[in-house]
């Protein structure tokens, strides 16, 4: 038995430090992250609304009872005048009824904004899982370059170390000066202080995500790391207007947008429909008891029942310009929607944009510096042999040697910059993003 709970430990242990991968991370924050689960809320408090808004076309009904005491002071003039308090006890009982007749289409016109409202709060939920999916992909692919840079910092630290252990051979055999091999230790230096800094920048890079999916302070959290070919750097760019025109038509957001100038513009008919009468139908009916009337309590239960039944016609004549001043702000808001609109949609064409000229400048840069890294390495290799052999001095070697690690970073910058433009450029057309 114990055999078997320590094995289930151990299993539970494996499952927390099982690395993480890309569609593992975003299907976990579509689920726990705060800003999804918020907006959820929203859209369920948005149902609960819409159906309150229904009711209002259904007949109210309501009872009330109402229970009183009096006191009553009486003087008896007899052979002596005697003062008496008499309490009387009184009930009042009724059952109301109302309904809404006409109203000039205000109530549909009310629950059909609702319902544009509700399915808008639907589609804020589906843009905040999309947010979510962009942050998560950014911050996964930021960790994955932050590792490749370390791995260059520690290639650069590990080099520099060689090259002092070599300069300090040659300097036992005299052939390095103490100023020569000052200057490899200065660089092995730096070298270690910028392995420290990719290091450090690693581990915050997982941490920004291990916040993004609101892991707990206590769990283990480590990504897988996929390698990351030519092919996904060198794909091709999905077209800008296709890209463009599939967001305008899918994207959450958008949709969400276009209900929010529907709904501003049934508030307009809303507030159009207070101008006409509205014709209400009411019903009542009412019975009490008092203690003073001498008669039986259920007896005058009966006796005493009054029914009532009415029409109401309200006719707005004037109102201090609060119609008018509804139907105004209404057309108001209207318009701002309509601007908001466009400039979602204009937002949109800038992210878009940007995404596509980042994609194609990144695919320009890398394939430029494979070359200038194809040609640094063989430098450096070529520099380095010179060195071993005596015929260049320090300056030259760390020269070669920083254009060799400058190279691989600037290779490594694009790779990633391309990465994840594309990927997002995908992602708004509706395309998987596994790595």
Not at 112 to 120: D, S, V, Y
Not at 133 to 156: D, G, H, W
């Amino acid at each position: 038995m114990q055999g078997q709970e320590q094995l289930q430990l151990q299993l539970q242990e494996q499952k927390k430090a099982a690395p993480w991968t890309l569609q593992q991370c975003i299907e976990y924050a579509r689920v726990h992250n705060i800003e999804v689960q918020t907006r959820e809320v929203s859209k369920a408090v948005s149902d609960v609304e819409l159906e309150q808004t229904r009711a209002q076309r259904f007949p109210t009904l309501n009872f009330s009872s109402n229970f009183g005491v009096s006191f009553q002071n009486t003087t008896t003039y007899n052979d002596f005048m005697e003062q008496t308090d008499a309490a009387a006890y009184s009930d009042n009982f009724g059952l109301n009824t109302g309904v809404t007749l006409y109203s000039g289409g205000k109530i549909n016109k009310t629950i059909r904004q609702k319902q544009l409202n509700n399915t808008a709060s639907g589609y804020d939920v589906d843009q905040a899982l999309f947010d979510i999916e962009i942050s998560v992909i950014q911050a996964y692919l930021q960790i994955l370059y932050a590792n490749e840079s370390y791995k260059i910092a520690q290639l650069a630290a590990d080099l520099s170390r060689s090259q002092v252990e070599r300069g300090q051979e040659m300097r036992k055999a005299g052939s390095m000066s103490r100023g020569d091999l000052a200057q490899l230790e200065s660089q092995a230096a730096g070298d270690n202080y910028q392995e420290t800094q990719t290091k450090n920048a690693l581990a915050t890079a997982k941490l920004q995500l291990k916040q993004l999916l609101e892991l707990d302070l206590e769990e283990t959290f480590e990504v897988e790391f996929p390698e990351i070919d030519n092919y996904a750097v060198l794909t091709i760019i999905p077209d800008l207007a296709t890209v463009y025109h599939t967001a305008l038509d899918n994207l959450p957001q958008m949709k969400s947008s276009a209900l929010g100038i529907e709904s501003a513009q049934m508030d307009i008919e809303i507030a159009k429909a207070s101008r006409v009468p509205t014709i209400t139908a009411s019903a009542s009916i009412n019975t009490g008891t008092s203690s003073s009337s001498g008669t039986a309590y259920f007896e005058q239960l009966g006796t005493k029942i009054n029914e009532n039944v009415g029409l109401n016609l309200s006719i707005p004549i004037f109102n201090n310009k609060q119609v008018r001043t509804n139907i105004t702000k209404a057309r108001l808001q209207s318009r701002t929607a309509e601007l908001q609109d466009q400039s979602t949609r204009k937002q949109l064409l800038s992210t878009i944009e940007s995404l596509h000229n980042n994609a194609v400048s990144a695919q320009s840069q890398y394939i430029s510096a494979n070359e200038q890294l194809k040609a640094a390495q063989i430098s450096f290799e070529v520099v380095s042999e010179q060195f071993q052999a005596g015929l260049i001095n320090t300056i030259e070697l760390i020269t070669g040697q920083n254009n060799y690690t400058n190279a691989l970073s600037s290779q490594l910058q694009a790779k990633f910059q391309a990465v994840l433009a594309i990927k997002l450029l995908k992602l708004y057309q509706g395309q998987n993003n596994e790595i």
